[in-house]
């Protein structure tokens, strides 16, 4: 046990003086600066601890286009890889947030949208759509997170929930912006230069870089001062707001991250498509979006990759039996939730450490 | 700041002035005033529901006051989010665990140094340099911090999977992270085994004799009076008694109100 | 004098439709109370009721008969979901049980695609007659019976909360769950009994309604969201609260599709919904509880 005398300076394992008048106050109270650690303290990475591995995993998928049998298969691995980020967004205010948003689907809408009307109505390009997708969808969970994170966990559900079934509605009946019930049509694909990404082999480039950008940011995120905030709300809010964290902000900040997220994602979906419809991102969807969650792993980050793999293969592999999808899905949910909470992921922690 | 500089030369750290708490028609806290000097170790005693806890939840800033003020050093906090007020040096720690579960014991240490922190969420999706160097020096600190209470060999353990005994100490250190000037205990002794009680007595000890100032919630009668120079006693919200832990021992307004509480259970 | 028989006419759809809501956030708010959880299978037992009446109505050809038993046994549903699903939750916090709750809920819907088909099931009102019509205002007799049997239900709900020892136990459960086992109240009994009556409750609407809309399976959803609207419009967990915020929210959303537009009925009832949660948070009747951090 380290007794340093109140009047002695910090040592030097202390932190740095930081910038006011507190910290002078504060050198009194030498209980606070612990003399250095005696032993060795793993030292941050520049690449935080999962995103390695994201890269290992995206480094094998870069085989996809040359060995798919088709460019079905590929097509399924683009909207695999949408669904990550997705998937892992949501994740990040339920599982390590701890915050139930049920309009996820909605803000992956909005960035969809807000894409696919630029480049269809007004010509623009994607690579402007992209950006204005991710500032649609983030500034539409801003603006619904706003008045309902100041109240408590269900009220954002509630809030999400509302806000989700108010832009489905909309998308179906602005008709002149949104082609209604029916779809947006005229949807340009990404170009680069004069080459157009309009084929799934093509396009699915771009979305492996996209979506290995966002996974290495929400690695990062977690692993960060931030990220440990809002890992720290998800444990508990009242212990979280005793450290000086301001949980509404943090709170806010995440869910408008997690929204410009799903709305990149939607942006993607828009272009990768080249249609979009309403029932997409209507609230089952973004149900469905929660179970994924659940069941890859709440809080877990590998878990988004187990769950979107779930979300789209389970339909191939049930092609015959489609009405069963839902019960399976409700099942393993159940079971999920019942036995194993830690999800998919967590079975595959277990089984790592078991092999080991 | 010339309010601190007066509380600096009269040495409070805390000072409660007509503090009330109304709930509906029921006064969980009535008019209190007491003050907590520089380096003292004060604790705060009374029968189940005197109303200890709305009184810590005021200081901390989780509970609004009805009326009255609080002064922390010279500056008045008590409209000030709780947040705000870890900031300005205010550290605790709950009768209700409330360590986070999922993650590290060395990270639950870490967060803890939020309010000293730079970092912000440019800085977290980007990983740039200045948050990693910062980062390092946490988690130096922190694990400083682990290996006062022995729980370094436990740093990269769930801090779920912790002992009780040993999730209480990790959130004491967790507060101390905080770098605070005043700290509040609630019930730190609540739970743990004689042994475990000794230990956190001597280590709120050793803390108090590094110059930090506590105020203390505690119904080990051993504790509070090994521990405090000062102890303000109530009941039903409202003041009963001040003084040395020998003054209130004696003092007969105190024995009666204990012996009340006997006669309702 | 039209315009007084077209208001009467709304009031009274919307007083109908309204006391369906009030059922469904009735049902919400007694499983709230309990767990803290949002309960999503609330609206898959209103579709369930709908269904099964309609199947079992195919087997009795007595609509009261076909009601009577698809209620009671939505109600068994209930009990025996929180045996299967919630009871095994070994961390029964808010957030899990709102997850499991989805889980169910999933797979009440699919179970019921499954064995009574994706058709839309319906059958005839409770009356022979379909509309009367009273000094020039047309009213469904559906609708009559809807708001009758609401009533009735409320006030046996109302009795058995006041009156009974069952009742009293499962409030003295739902306001403070540690003291009520401290006095030997058993808890997770309690939450049977509440997930029963609330899917009861479910049920009811949903074999009352159907004649009015028609049921599909797929339709549990978005009624279990209108209940949870209705649930917040009256201040959530507050159980006279849901009646009146379930009323008002039926009147709403009638008189909004009327006046305004019916493409945007939903948009309405849920843009009056994020209104009521942004300014007054705790609902019309609630006290608010804002997070403190």
């Known amino acids: 046990m380290s007794q340093t005398a109140a009047t002695e300076a910090p040592p030097a394992g202390a932190l740095p003086a930081h910038d006011d008048v507190r910290d002078d106050a504060r050198e009194g109270t030498g209980g606070t600066d612990a003399a250095p650690a005696a032993r060795p303290v793993r030292k941050p990475r520049l690449f935080a601890r999962n995103a390695v591995s994201f890269v290992v995993l995206w480094a094998l998928m870069i085989a996809v286009p040359f060995v798919a049998p088709n460019f079905y298969v590929v097509s399924l691995v683009n909207l695999f890889l949408i669904y990550v980020i997705l998937i892992a967004s949501l994740n990040l205010v339920i599982g390590f947030c701890g915050q139930i948003s049920l309009g996820h689907a909605g803000f992956f809408g909005l960035g969809a949208y807000a894409s696919g009307i630029l480049s269809a109505k007004f010509g623009l390009t994607p690579w402007l759509g992209l950006p204005a997708a991710a500032l649609a969808g983030g500034l539409g969970a801003f603006v619904i997170g706003l008045p309902a994170l100041r109240l408590h966990g269900h009220y954002l559900a509630m809030a999400t929930l509302g806000f989700n079934a108010i832009l489905v509605v909309l998308f179906n009946e602005l008709i002149p912006l949104t082609g209604g019930p029916n779809g947006l049509l005229g949807i340009e694909p990404f170009a680069l230069g004069p080459i157009a990404l309009d084929t799934d082999e093509t396009v699915f480039w771009l979305v492996w870089i996209v979506s290995l950008v966002v996974m290495i940011a929400i690695a990062n995120l977690v692993d960060s001062r931030m990220g440990r905030s809002l890992r720290a709300i998800g444990g508990s809010e009242r212990g979280a707001a005793s450290l000086g964290i301001d949980t509404y902000r943090t709170k806010l900040a995440t869910f408008a991250i997690a929204g410009a997220m799903a709305g990149i994602a939607g942006s993607l979906y828009a272009h990768v498509n080249l249609y979009v419809s309403p029932e997409t991102f209507s609230v089952f969807p973004s149900i469905m979006l929660l179970v994924m969650v659940a069941l890859g792993g709440t809080g877990r980050l590998w878990g988004p990759i187990f769950g979107a793999a ?31 909470p830690a999800g998919i992921a967590g079975l595959a922690d277990g089984w790592r450490r078991w092999l080991k | 700041m010339s309010g601190e500089s007066i509380a600096a030369a009269t040495g409070d750290i805390l000072e409660v002035a007509g503090l009330s708490r109304n709930f509906g028609a029921i006064a969980a806290v009535a008019d209190l005033s007491f003050k907590v000097r520089e380096g003292e170790v004060k604790a705060v005693i009374g029968p189940n529901g005197a109303g200890k806890t709305t009184l810590f939840d005021m200081i901390a800033g989780v509970t609004a006051p009805s009326s009255g003020r609080i002064t922390l050093a010279g500056e008045r906090i008590e409209r000030m989010p709780a947040h705000k007020r870890v900031d300005r040096g205010i550290g605790r720690t709950f009768q209700t665990l409330q360590i986070f579960t999922e993650m590290s014991v060395l990270e639950n240490v870490v967060v803890g140094h939020y309010p000293r922190g730079h970092s912000g969420w440019v800085n977290a999706l980007l990983r740039l340099p200045s948050g990693l160097s910062e980062e390092r020096r946490e988690r130096e600190h922190a694990m400083a911090l682990l290996e006062r209470v022995g729980l370094a060999d436990r740093a990269n353990d769930r801090a779920g999977d912790l002992s009780f005994g040993d999730r209480k100490l990790l959130e004491l250190m967790r507060a101390l992270a905080t770098g605070p000037r005043l700290l509040l205990l609630d019930e730190p002794a609540a739970g743990l085994s004689h042994a475990g009680a000794e230990r956190m007595m001597e280590i709120v000890a050793e803390l108090n004799a590094d110059g930090l100032s506590v105020l203390l919630v505690e119904h080990n009668m051993r504790m509070v009076m090994n521990l405090s120079h000062d102890i303000l006693v109530i009941g039903n919200g409202r003041f009963i008694a001040e003084g040395t832990p020998d003054a209130v021992r004696t003092n007969p307004d105190v024995i009666a109100a204990y012996l009340g509480e006997d006669e309702d259970a | 004098m039209d315009g007084t028989n077209t208001l009467v006419q709304l009031v009274i759809a919307g007083l109908s439709i309204g006391s369906i809501y009030a059922l469904i956030a009735l049902g919400f708010n007694i499983v709230f109370k309990c767990t803290g959880a949002m309960n999503f299978a609330q609206g898959e037992w209103v579709m369930m009721g709908g269904m099964v009446t309609a199947a079992l109505f195919g087997v009795f050809s007595s609509v009261g008969l076909a009601v009577v038993t698809a209620t009671v046994l939505i109600g068994a549903i209930g009990l025996v979901s929180e045996r299967i699903t919630i009871w095994p939750v070994r961390r029964p916090d808010p957030m899990t049980l709102t997850l499991v709750t989805v889980g169910l809920a999933i797979v009440s819907r699919s179970l019921v695609m499954i064995f009574l088909g994706k058709m839309p099931a319906g059958y005839s009102g409770f009356s022979g007659t379909d509309v009367i019509s009273i000094e020039g205002v047309t009213v469904q007799t559906q609708s009559l019976w809807i708001i009758a049997i609401t009533l009735l239900f409320l006030v046996l709900m109302h009795f058995f909360f006041e009156r009974t020892v069952l009742g009293k136990a499962l409030r003295a459960v739902s306001a403070d769950p540690q003291a009520a086992s401290l006095v030997g109240i058993p808890s997770s009994q309690m939450l049977m009994l509440a997930f029963g009556l609330a899917a009861l409750a479910g049920g009811i609407a949903g074999a009352i309604v159907t004649p009015l809309t028609l049921m599909t399976y797929d339709q549990g959803a978005t009624l279990g969201f209108k209940g949870f609207s209705a649930a917040m419009l009256g201040g959530i967990g507050n159980l006279p609260g849901a009646v009146v915020g379930g009323l008002l929210l039926g009147l709403i959303e009638t008189f909004g599709s009327f006046y305004i537009s019916s493409h945007f009925k939903d948009a309405i009832s849920f843009a009056v919904l994020l209104l009521i949660l942004f300014m007054r948070p705790a609902g019309l009747f609630g006290r608010v509880e804002v997070v403190k951090a």
């Open chain 1, 310 to 340: 779930v979300f789209i293969a389970v339909p191939q592999v049930l092609l015959d039996f489609a009405d069963l999808e839902l019960l399976l899905f409700g099942l393993a949910m159940l079971i999920v939730l019942i036995g194993f």
